[in-house]
C-alpha cells in the first residue's frame, strides 16, 4: 500500500493550495481518507476527514470555513483544497487512511496507512 502526497509549497498569507493523494494498493471506496499535519516539536494533529460510509466530513476548528476535503474513489485519490491560508498553517501535512470508514475521533491512532509528508509553508 502507498499514499503519495503531493502540491505543498510556500504561498503568502490569505494564498491557496491544493493537496492531493493517490493511494495505490487499496480500494479507497471502503476507508475513511484525511490529512493531519504536524509542525517540529509538536503532536501530529487531525485537520480533515471525508467517511466512506455516508461521505460525511469533518474539520479542526481552526481550518472551518477555509479548507475542503474531496475523494475521487475511481481515480483513487484524496484532496485538500486549502484557502485564506495563515502562517499557522505551515506545516508538514500527510494524508491517511481509516480501515474504519468513518470520521469518529480522527486521530493518528487510528490510521491504517500513512502518506510520507508534504511541506505547507504559509510566509510574507
Known amino acids: 500500500v502507498q499514499l503519495q502526497a503531493s502540491g505543498g509549497g510556500s504561498v503568502q498569507p490569505g494564498g491557496s493550495l491544493r493537496l492531493s493523494c493517490v493511494a495505490r494498493?487499496?480500494?479507497?471506496?471502503?476507508?475513511?481518507v484525511g490529512w493531519f499535519r504536524q509542525v517540529p516539536g509538536k503532536e501530529r494533529e487531525g485537520v480533515s476527514c471525508?467517511?466512506?460510509?455516508?461521505?460525511?466530513?469533518w474539520y479542526t476548528d481552526s481550518v472551518k470555513g477555509r479548507f475542503t476535503i474531496s475523494r475521487d474513489n475511481a481515480k483513487k485519490t484524496m484532496y485538500l483544497q486549502m484557502n485564506s491560508l495563515k502562517p499557522e498553517d505551515t506545516a508538514v501535512y500527510y494524508c491517511?487512511?481509516?480501515?474504519?470508514?468513518?470520521?469518529?475521533?480522527w486521530g493518528p491512532g487510528y490510521v491504517d496507512h500513512w502518506g510520507h509528508g508534504t511541506l505547507v509553508t504559509v510566509s510574507s
Open positions: 491517511a487512511t481509516d480501515s474504519a470508514g468513518h470520521c469518529r475521533g
Open positions: 471525508m467517511a466512506s460510509t455516508d461521505g460525511s466530513t
Open positions: 494498493g487499496i480500494t479507497l471506496n471502503y476507508y475513511a
